[in-house]
């Protein structure tokens, strides 16, 4: 099966700015998550959508990111304005409907670097 | 809420050696746990995962990791490594009833010739 895809891969921006991700996940996987990962340490999750339900957002900086998963498949993550400390490679990922026992599967990543 | 502490944030090995990872969690409820690896430039992919059952859990590449309650420690090893080895290693914690993944900071692994 085709796994989680991600693009773009890379992106540089000057802070100020506006920039969005996008995610594909895996055929049939009803739940979706989007973890940032900042250079030394591991992913911390940002928001997770059940379908095009918000599930849990606690760690989303609402002032300026923004996710939404219309029609409960594919997924954009949106940041503006960037920040310097915004700097991070953003993960998606999706697994089973409650299923699997939380096994996620996990796109390539896009690293962000905002000068 | 769960957190995960890998003690290692580097390990050097030579090839063929065997090699441990060490990760701790503290939890005040039941938990699965999970090893995964990030090669370069490339996003997680799981190594193996603790449910229930044999506290031995053997996955992918060659690697197992045990689980001890008592010590609320998942450790991971193999016996012999690779230079394809060579990745970052990361543990993860969810408790039984939510589906959040808390990760650790990883470990780098480097396998040299």
């Known amino acids: 099966e085709a796994g989680v895809a991600q693009s773009p891969r890379y992106k540089i921006i000057e802070k100020r700015q506006s920039v969005a991700f996008w995610c594909n996940p895996i055929?049939?996987?009803?739940?979706l998550y989007w973890y940032q990962q900042i250079l030394g340490q591991g992913p911390k999750l940002l928001i997770q959508?059940?379908?095009?339900?918000?599930?849990?957002d606690s760690q989303l900086p609402k002032d300026r990111f923004s996710a939404e998963r219309l029609k409960g498949v594919d997924s954009t993550l949106k940041i503006q304005p960037a920040k310097l400390e915004d700097s991070a490679v953003y993960l998606c990922?999706?697994?089973?409907?409650?299923?699997?026992?939380?096994?996620?599967?996990f796109g390539p990543g896009t690293r962000l670097t905002v000068l | 809420a769960q957190s995960v502490t890998q003690l290692d944030s580097q390990v050097p090995v030579f090839e063929e050696a065997p090699v441990e990872l060490r990760c701790n969690y503290s939890s005040s409820v039941s938990v699965y746990l999970f090893w995964y690896v990030q090669y370069p430039n490339q996003g997680l992919q799981l190594l193996l995962k603790?449910?229930?059952?044999?506290?031995l859990v053997k996955g992918i590449n060659g690697f197992e990791a045990e689980f001890n309650k008592s010590q609320t420690s998942f450790h991971l090893r193999k016996p012999s490594v690779h230079i394809s080895d060579t990745a970052e290693y990361f543990c993860a914690v969810s408790d039984i009833n939510d589906y959040k993944l808390s990760f650790g900071a990883g470990t780098t692994v480097t396998v040299r010739a």
């Open positions: 603790y449910l229930s059952g044999s506290t």
């Open positions: 959508f059940q379908n095009n339900g918000v599930v849990d």
């Open positions: 990922a999706s697994s089973t409907h409650r299923g699997r026992h939380n096994e996620q599967f």
């Open positions: 055929s049939g996987h009803a739940t």
